[in-house]
C-alpha cells in the first residue's frame, strides 16, 4: 500500500478513536492525546522530514476533532516530530525505561506548547492553574498506548525507508 | 551534489510552519472555507465515532468503574440529598409557596416558557485543549445555530460555540473567553460577568459601579439587550460583593446551573427582544 494512503487510513482511524473512545479514558479530566503520539511516533520512525509532513497533517486533523483553530497543532507537531527525530540517535540503544520518559517528555512539552501557542493567538481553552499538571498526566498516560501504536507507525511511516543495520563490535555486549 | 531545499529538515518545517500559520490566519480573518473544512470534517467521521462509541462502551463502562468510582459514590450520595430536600419541598405549608411565588415574581423569571431544543451531554472533546467546553448530541439538522444560548431549569450554561449537523461544542459559562451580560436583580446594577475558569463561579468586573449597593446572596439575571442571552435567565447569586475594593469591584458570583453534573440541556431558540 501505498506511504500516503497508509498515513490517511492512520489518521481517520486515530481521529475516530480519540474522539470516540479516548473522550472517555480521562483521569480527573485529563486525557490522552493520541494525535500527538503519531506525530512523536512518525517523528522517531520516519525520520525528520516524513515526521513533519506526517505531523502536519496530524495537527490539521487534531484541529478539526477538537474544534482549535485550524493551524494551532499543525504549528507545534512539525516541531515536536523534527525535534524527536535529531534525539532519535541518542535514545534508539537506551533502555525501555529511558525511551519511554523521553515519549512522556515530548508529550508534555507538546501539551504545554500548544496552550502556549493557543494564548498567544487569543484561546484561552487551557485551564492555566491545572496545566503542568495536565501535562505531566498526559504525558504518562499517553506513553502507556505507545507501544503498541508505535508498531503501527512504523509500518504506515518507515516505507520505502531503508532498514536499520544493527553493527556489533568485537568484544562488545550489544 | 547539494541537497535539494525540500530534502533540508529546517527547511521543510520552516515551509510547514509557515503554511499553518497561514491557515490561522485565514481562520481569524473569518475565511470561510476553512470553518466548512473543519465542520465537513466532523461531520464525515461522526458516523464512525458512533460506531466506535457502541462497540467501546463497555470498555469504557469498566475506566469509568476503576478511575470514577469515587465520582460516582459522590454523585450518588448527592442525588440521595436532593431527592430528600425535594420531598422536603414537596412538603412545605401553603405559606412558604406563596413566599416562593413572590419571590418567584420578584425576579420576574418567565424563562422556562422559552423556546427550547432538549439536548444530551455526550462528552468532551478529545485531548486537553479545549477545558470548559462539553459536546451535546444536537446540531443543525436540529436547528441549532451557533452562538445560542444554553440552559438548564436552574439557569445558565453557556452558548452553542461550534455547530455540526449531529452534534454541537458548548463554552461553558466558565470558560475564560465566556461573556454575560447580566444585572443584580435587588440592585438593578448592570454589568459585564466572565468565566475566569474556576468551577462555578463567574467574575463581574465590569461595568458595575464602585458604589453600588450589593449584598450576598443576591439574585443575578441576564441583562438582554444585544446578548445572545434573552433577558431574565438567572445566572446565580452573589457570594462576595467586593465591598471593600478602592478602584474597581470585582464582584464573585455562584453559578445557579450545576455545571459539573450535567446530563440534559436546553438550548434556546429564540433570541426574543427586550
Redesign the interface.
Given at each position: 500500500m501505498n506511504t500516503w494512503l497508509r498515513v490517511l487510513t492512520l489518521l481517520?482511524a486515530a481521529?475516530?478513536?480519540?474522539?470516540?473512545?479516548?473522550?472517555?479514558?480521562?483521569?480527573d479530566?485529563?486525557?490522552?492525546?493520541?494525535?500527538?503520539l503519531i506525530s512523536i511516533l512518525s517523528g522517531y520512525h520516519g525520520g525528520?522530514?516524513r515526521g513533519?509532513?506526517v505531523s502536519?497533517w496530524t495537527?490539521?486533523?487534531?484541529?478539526?476533532?477538537?474544534?482549535?483553530?485550524?493551524?494551532?497543532?499543525?504549528?507545534i507537531y512539525?516541531?515536536i516530530a523534527?525535534a524527536v527525530?535529531?534525539l532519535e540517535e541518542r535514545f534508539i540503544n537506551e533502555k525501555r525505561v529511558i525511551r519511554a520518559f523521553g515519549i512522556a517528555l515530548a508529550v508534555s512539552t507538546g501539551?504545554l506548547l500548544?496552550a502556549g501557542v493557543?494564548h498567544i493567538?487569543g484561546?484561552?481553552?487551557?485551564?492555566?492553574?491545572s496545566l503542568p499538571e495536565?501535562a505531566i498526566v498526559?504525558g504518562v498516560m499517553t506513553t502507556l498506548f505507545s507501544k503498541p501504536l508505535s508498531s503501527i507507525v512504523k509500518w504506515t511511516v518507515s516505507n520505502g525507508i531503508p532498514r536499520e543495520v544493527k553493527t556489533h563490535f568485537a568484544g562488545s555486549k550489544r | 551534489m547539494a541537497k535539494r531545499s525540500s530534502d533540508r529538515p529546517r527547511v521543510v518545517l520552516l515551509v510547514l510552519m509557515a503554511a499553518a500559520l497561514t491557515l490561522l490566519t485565514a481562520q481569524f480573518r473569518n475565511f470561510l472555507p476553512v470553518d466548512d473544512f473543519q465542520q465537513g470534517f466532523r461531520d464525515v467521521i461522526s458516523p464512525f465515532r458512533k460506531v466506535a462509541d457502541r462497540a467501546t462502551d463497555p470498555f469504557q463502562t469498566v475506566w469509568n468503574g476503576i478511575f470514577n468510582y469515587e465520582k460516582v459514590n459522590e454523585e450518588n450520595e448527592r442525588l440521595q440529598v436532593e431527592i430528600a430536600r425535594m420531598r422536603g419541598e414537596e412538603l412545605r405549608n401553603e405559606a412558604d409557596r406563596e413566599l416562593l411565588g413572590r419571590l418567584l415574581g420578584e425576579v420576574d423569571i418567565d424563562y422556562l416558557e422559552l423556546e427550547t431544543v432538549v439536548a444530551r451531554i455526550v462528552g468532551v472533546p478529545g485531548g486537553n485543549y479545549n477545558s470548559h467546553v462539553i459536546e451535546i448530541n444536537k446540531g443543525t439538522d436540529d436547528g441549532l445555530k451557533e452562538g445560542a444560548g444554553v440552559i438548564t431549569k436552574a439557569g445558565l450554561v453557556g452558548y452553542l460555540h461550534e455547530v455540526d449537523r449531529s452534534t454541537s461544542l458548548v463554552r461553558l459559562a466558565t470558560h475564560p473567553d465566556f461573556r454575560v451580560g447580566v444585572r443584580l436583580v435587588n440592585s438593578q446594577d448592570e454589568g459585564l460577568a466572565r468565566g475566569n475558569g474556576s468551577p462555578g463561579l463567574l467574575i463581574l468586573d465590569a461595568g458595575i459601579n464602585i458604589d453600588a449597593e450589593v449584598s450576598i446572596g443576591e439574585v443575578v439575571v441576564t441583562s438582554g439587550g444585544r446578548s445572545i442571552f434573552p433577558q431574565d435567565i438567572p445566572v446565580g447569586r452573589v457570594i462576595d460583593p467586593d465591598l471593600e475594593a478602592d478602584y474597581a469591584r470585582s464582584i464573585v458570583i455562584d453559578l445557579s446551573a450545576s455545571l459539573e453534573n450535567l446530563s440534559f440541556l436546553n438550548v434556546i431558540l429564540d433570541s426574543r427582544e427586550n
Open positions: 481517520i481521529a475516530i478513536l480519540q474522539s470516540s473512545i479516548f473522550t472517555e479514558i480521562r483521569i479530566g485529563m486525557g490522552v492525546e493520541l494525535l500527538l525528520p522530514i513533519a509532513y502536519f495537527g490539521l486533523v487534531n484541529d478539526c476533532i477538537v474544534a482549535s483553530p485550524l493551524g494551532i497543532h499543525a504549528l512539525p516541531a523534527v527525530s535529531n501539551v500548544t493557543g493567538f484561546e484561552a481553552t487551557f485551564n492555566t492553574t495536565t498526559a | -
